[in-house]
């Protein structure tokens, strides 16, 4: 594709009357890895001017803002708890929102009463949530990638596992041996790179580590429980049987 950019811009008859394409500019648009746009003939020069602008997830107060119009447009009522609760689960990431307010548009409404409660949004996070995000293609093409069973993935997804599940908050500090792990994950969508400090990662969203601990571990390391979490009276929908859960992760 570059190269063909190239000689679109290199192109004798630009300016001229028989000019097939001017070029005004390029924007291109896509994950962390779209800083590291190439090409085969690394002797070419590169184009004379990049910008780049990072998109930012959206706040705490745009996703409760963007709601409040989905309420608005729906008719409907839902708990502050909620908005907050999605929040939590997508750190902001544009779409992972948009994925939950399609769930609940899709999967949830009508409600009965016209309200969105706490207690049915967590029944349907926990239970059907997952599926939902894998169902879209952008979090389905980022498993399968992650999957694919090669030493490289398997090396990342360790090395995720180390430093990075689990830990929403913090952005953690990688060494230069490990900053090409870092960067390939941050490419897939699954890390997010500091602003200020480049070596600096911390994972996307809570929903994200929750499909690599679901979609992607037991698939790449076998030896992982395969079963899901034990509920108190069997129930899908029940409290976790926390310790049925020990006795399960004792036998690994």
Known sequence: MLSMIREIRNDPAKGRPRAKTVIQSIVSIGTFAILSLSQDNVTASPFNAVENFRNVSLTKEQVQELFQEFASDRDITIDPEVVDDIFLL?????????VCGEAIDTELLPLEDGNLHLDCWQHFSITLLRRKTMAYGTFQRMVNSLTEDSPKRREAINFLRSFFLGNFDEY??????????????????VLHPDQIDATSFKISSPLIDSLIRQCVIPHLFPSCPNTSSPKKGGRAGGDLDVLEILKESLKF
Do not use: C, F, M, R
């Open 90 to 98: 997508t750190n902001g990431h544009a779409g992972l929102v948009n």
């Open 172 to 189: 953690v500090p990688v060494s230069a041996n490990e900053k090409h792990l870092a960067e390939y994950l941050a490419a897939q969508g």
